[in-house]
């Protein structure tokens, strides 16, 4: 057995860490741009694609991310394509990402009351125009703080990718507690290093939410 | 060449699955009745006038609601026999559902405490109720009420979230799962149909919830 | 050739049919109020006229067309029609004059410049000159509903529609609008309104129109309606307010 310092364990934890935090920004902007995508097609108001992404985000809601996780590593491969564990990671977390964004974002766009949809058609807006210039812009200072909190929710998320094999901070945990028998220290330290990313995340998630909740504007 | 599906093969081993799903059911069972009860204490603690508990627990809720659940549960399951305490996989499951629902609950309840009207608090103190009493009697049922749809949301995140237990080799559903496509080979069959069972307990455990709900907080309204 | 045509227009919420066949012709330069009871449909007729509201029969003519369900047509006669509503509906995000410009230059496609000198000009008009540059949470319910008169004349609509401009005012507000809709009826602006301000009613309009039970009960010139109502819900209706 080596030798390992405490400090070679931080360092390796460090080196993975930046892994945890490249799938996260990766699915996390992924994630944003499909679920806009999907927010417009659940706002226009078309019945079946309404149904549609209702039962999307109803599936990913309603499962656990690690089953998609394994249905995208293993299933991929059955229709001829062969995905690294960083592709599965990707692409799940961005299913998943998108699903409970659209959700989030629903919310919001639905907060803004009917009197705005009837004031700007009454002043002859089509359905773009009312998007872009009078419901998006106060639904997204809406949005904003739980949108910060739910990225959060993604850098915890994963995690879970570990388990198909990509190395990240939690995998590399378990590597070096193979290695060092040490799994206190070493789990410990790795969840502080979450703590670290995720914590200045959750307090500018309530500090956007002090600062919105009594502007109207 | 193309892959023939074979869905069959997971059906002589039904019974792993259905073990899962008992397990993974009183994980959440446990979890969420001893977590909401920590839960309902720790809000009052928040909401305590001494800052050093409301502080203390604040801290705890941090750290737990800020690092990933199976980085929690490696650090139950692996890392704390350094301490002398030693617990079965189910026992660390157990555990680690409970810490989560309890941090989950207790700011979830908190809000819904700053939610009840303070002329209600005002009246109850007039009526010479002490605090105890204030949050017993006329608080903590309106806040309830307020915030189950969002408390049934994070139990049924939770129940999900217990799939990673596998991990830790806690016999819930996935790891009944991991365990028959190490027999036959067929990983895709099983996953997918176990997504199914848990699509389906999610959305059992939503409707338990609701009427769990109505059962609490409706009745009480007419009597 | 009247400005807007309504024929037999029918409209139903579920069971319940709130619209049972009106008629209604609009003319240039007419101020119109819609009275009757909550309920008797009054509102709802008024939404039809800016297609707010889809109807389930009849023809809505507006300078000659008719106008169909289809989205161009509904922005075409939107562009004709404008209309105030009683919860104001300024949008929180945009300055008074930012409110008044967005529509002339998104929907008109107007120059900056030629969407500020209008929306300064009606700004003036309807006396906000000086509170241009405040969000509507700084302005009062008054100076609100104001901005939002402002904002449907920058449109420069053939047909005002004005939906209980009043109803969500405190009383002591409810004069300095009052005097904006009574200058427009003046200038010779078409309005359509539907209102409790009887006193206001009698005054302004040239043609009143009682509503029912989802029908036009009576309609005529306010003077005659007021005093000498045919029908015993009318003078039932206009006994209550006395």
């Known amino acids: 057995m080596s030798e390992f310092t405490l400090w070679d364990i931080v360092y390796n934890l460090l080196l993975a860490g930046r892994w945890t935090v490249l799938l996260s920004l990766t699915a996390f902007a992924l994630g944003g741009l499909v679920g806009l995508i999907l927010l417009m097609i659940r706002t226009a108001g078309n019945p079946w694609l309404v149904r549609l992404v209702r039962g999307y985000v109803e599936l990913f809601q309603g499962t656990p991310l690690l089953m998609q996780l394994f249905i995208v590593f293993f299933g991929l491969p059955l229709i001829g394509l062969d995905v690294s564990p960083w592709v599965a990671a990707t692409l799940g977390l961005t299913l998943f990402t998108s699903a409970f964004l659209t959700e989030i974002w629903r919310g919001c766009v639905e907060s803004i009351g009917r009197g705005q949809w009837e004031a700007s058609a009454s002043l002859g807006m089509n359905f773009t125009q009312q998007m872009r210039y009078i419901v998006l812009p106060q639904a997204m200072r809406i949005a904003i703080p739980p949108t910060v909190g739910f990225s959060v929710q993604v850098v915890k998320g994963t995690a879970v990718a570990s388990i198909i094999g990509f190395v990240e901070l939690t995998k590399a945990g378990t590597m070096i507690t193979n290695a060092t028998y040490a799994p206190f220290t070493v789990y410990g330290c790795v969840a502080l290093m979450y703590f670290l990313i995720c914590y200045p995340l959750s307090l500018f998630a309530r500090h956007l939410e002090g600062k919105f909740r009594h502007v109207a504007r | ?223 | 050739m009247s400005l807007v045509e309504l024929h037999a227009i029918h409209k139903s919420f579920g069971e319940l049919e709130v619209l049972k066949g009106i008629d209604l012709a609009i003319d240039e330069g007419q101020v119109i109020a819609l009275i009757g009871k909550s309920g008797s449909g009054k509102s709802t007729l008024l939404r039809t006229i800016n297609g707010l509201e889809q109807i389930d029969s009849g023809v809505i003519m507006v300078g000659g067309n008719k106008i169909s369900e289809r989205d161009t047509d509904l922005l075409a006669l939107r562009l004709q029609v404008g209309m105030v509503f009683q919860q104001f509906n300024l949008f929180p995000h945009y300055t008074a004059l930012e409110n008044v410009m967005l529509s002339p230059q998104v929907v008109k496609k107007q120059s900056k410049v030629e969407a500020k000198e209008i929306a300064e000009e009606m700004l003036a008009k309807v006396g906000l000159a000086d509170k241009m540059m405040h969000y509507p949470d700084q302005l009062s319910g008054g100076q609100q509903q104001r901005v939002a008169i402002a904002r449907a004349l920058a449109m420069k609509p053939k047909v005002l529609l004005c939906d209980e401009v009043t109803s969500a005012l405190d009383p002591e507000l409810v004069n300095e609008v009052l005097a904006v809709v009574r200058k427009l009826a003046e200038e010779g602006m078409t309005l359509v309104m539907v209102t409790h301000e009887m006193r206001f009613a009698r005054e302004v309009c040239d043609k009143l129109v009682f509503m029912h039970q989802g029908r036009i009960h009576e309609t005529g010139d306010p003077e005659e309606v007021f005093s000498n109502p045919k029908t015993s819900e009318l003078a039932s209706f206009v006994g209550g307010l006395a």
């Open chain 2, 1 to 223: 060449m193309a892959y023939e599906f074979d869905f069959g093969a997971i059906v002589p081993h039904w019974k792993l699955l259905f073990d899962g799903v008992i397990l993974t059911t009183e994980l959440t069972v446990i979890g969420a009745v001893v977590g909401v009860g920590f839960g309902i204490m720790g809000a009052w603690a928040r909401a305590s006038r001494a800052p050093v508990i409301s502080q203390i627990v604040g801290i705890y809720v941090e750290l737990i609601r800020n690092t990933p659940f199976l980085v929690q549960l490696f650090f139950i399951f692996f890392g704390l026999p350094a301490l002398g305490v030693k617990l079965t996989e189910f026992q660390a499951a157990v555990l680690a559902m409970i810490v989560n629902l309890g941090v989950y609950s207790t700011e979830i309840i908190r809000a819904g405490i700053q939610a009840v009207p303070q002329g209600q608090i005002e009246a109850a103190q007039s009526l010479a109720m002490n605090r105890l009493q204030i949050f017993r009697y006329v608080v903590i049922l309106p806040a309830l009420k307020k915030i189950w749809p969002a408390l049934s949301s994070q139990i049924v995140i939770v129940m999900l979230g217990s799939s990673v237990c596998s991990q830790i080799a806690a016999e819930e559903l996935t790891f009944g799962a991991n365990y028959i496509q190490a027999i036959n080979f067929r990983a895709f069959e099983v996953y997918f149909i176990v997504t199914g069972i848990y699509l389906v307990m999610s959305i059992l455990l939503r409707m338990s919830l609701k009427v769990l709900g109505n059962y609490l907080f409706e009745r009480r309204r007419h009597v």
